[in-house]
């Protein structure tokens, strides 16, 4: 186990520093700052490695067993979310740089927390953890182009130059490579795998908070700025797309326990893969995680503010 371990750690390092955010480093003039380019990369690594550690080939077969259900949730997620995200982008509001980070969000797949939250309001997780390994193989090729097309929208000319493919590859050396490494660990040694994944788990939620808490921190100024408009903008994004997904499903007649799966799934978005696009893209100029991971890293925080009503209403009523 503890060969295991050391193997799959060191294999994170190694992502983490080919994967090191060089476009937003071209962009500034300060020195590389050791947060941004090694504990936010490692931090999101290890947080997806956690979500590996915890599947198997086995959790992609709901995309055949259950087609319908997964279809709902995959259009809302792919589709629905990132025009419902443009229209809040558009109409709140939002400078330029925040509009785009909004856009970030809405382009992330779920986490580990979906998965949770699944489980916690009686869905089904089995339906969960596949919406959320599919899609976050996905999104390594959606996030870049509908956020290079957003930057362009909403800067104009001044957005920076950034190469889309090189951000596609960088994201599945941070998301996908890791989600890899963590099914290979739990495909060649399951009892390590069950007895590190507690305290991987553990691990992975400290290092979510502690990057939300550094994101807001970070740009506590542009924060109370904008919050008038920011706050409002991701509450209404959660709100719809939890009430987007819970009503589609139910529309196309899909039991209470899927369509609360396919509503977390699509109102619950990974807010570290959102903290730390922004800071491959766009460094801040003092240094810190750019403006544009601050719509990730409020979201981070009020989401759990939005989910708990939905939460009690559906453990209150256990509709299974």
Known sequence: MKGVSVAAVSALLV????????????????EGNVIIDVIL????????????????????????????????????QMLVLPIVGFAIATLSGLSPELAVGVMILACCPGGVTSNILTKLAQGDTALSISYTAVVSVASVIT???????????????????????????????????????????????????????????????????IIVLAAIGSEW??????????????????VLMLTIGYQSAKVLDLPSIRATTVSIESGIQNATVG?????????????????????????GVLMYLVIAPFLYWRVSTSEN
């Open 15 to 30: 992502i983490v520093l080919i994967a090191s955010p060089t476009q937003a480093q071209d962009q500034c003039e300060e």
């Open 41 to 76: 990369p490692l931090s999101l690594a290890f947080i997806m490695f956690s979500l590996g550690v915890g599947l198997t080939t086995q959790d992609f077969s709901m995309v055949f067993r259950e087609p319908k259900a997964f279809g709902i949730g995959l259009a809302n």
């Open 143 to 209: 996030l870049p182009l509908i956020v290079g097309l957003s930057m362009d929208h909403f800067m104009g000319e001044s957005a920076p130059d950034i190469d889309i493919l090189e951000l596609g590859v960088q994201m599945f050396l941070l998301t996908t490579l890791p989600v890899m490494i963590g099914m290979l660990v739990r495909n060649r040694s399951p009892s390590a795998a069950n007895s590190m994944e507690k305290g991987v788990n553990m691990t992975a939620a400290v290092l979510f908070v």
């Open 221 to 238: 100024g542009t924060l109370m700025e904008n919050i008038g408009t920011l706050g409002p903008a991701v509450i209404a994004l959660n």
């Open 275 to 299: 903290i730390a696009v922004g800071a491959l893209i766009l460094c801040s100029p003092d240094g810190g995680l750019s403006t544009l991971s601050l719509p990730a890293g409020v979201y």
